[in-house]
């Protein structure tokens, strides 16, 4: 049987137990700013593509005007896309660190897992 915790907003799963395990299980803190951390990146990613997007414009926007031969608008339209630029270098290098800190945090999670298994198995060894 699969235990699970449930709080208002967040479901947690947890492994089967054996009967020798008897842990209660609780969404904690960790969990939670776990979720908030995977919830800013989704959100960073996103304004990422929307980043991309809008520069894809401004680039349109620039060609267009060649065409028309108006190059004052032509200049606009490259500055407003070179902001863009500095704003997508700047979120992608936010972007980066956090996966870093989320890959950190699941690699520690998946280390503390390793250790109690041994410690459980070295305990059934021992008996």
């Known amino acids: 049987m699969q235990k699970t915790a449930l709080s208002s907003q967040v479901i947690k799963f947890a492994p089967p137990l054996t009967t020798t395990q008897k842990q209660s299980l609780s969404i904690t803190e960790s969990d939670t700013s776990i979720l908030n951390l995977l919830s800013a990146l989704e959100t960073l990613s996103n304004y990422i593509t929307s980043l991309e997007s809008r520069m894809a414009a401004e680039q349109a926007q620039a060609v267009s005007y060649l065409s028309k031969k108006q190059p004052n608008m032509v200049k606009s339209h490259l500055i407003a ?47």
């Open 81 to 127: 896309k070179k902001r863009l630029e500095k704003v997508l270098q700047e979120r992608v290098g936010s972007r980066h660190k956090l996966q870093e800190v989320v890959f950190g945090i699941e690699r520690a999670k998946g280390d503390e897992e390793v250790s109690f298994r041994m410690f459980l198995f070295s305990g059934l060894c021992t008996n």
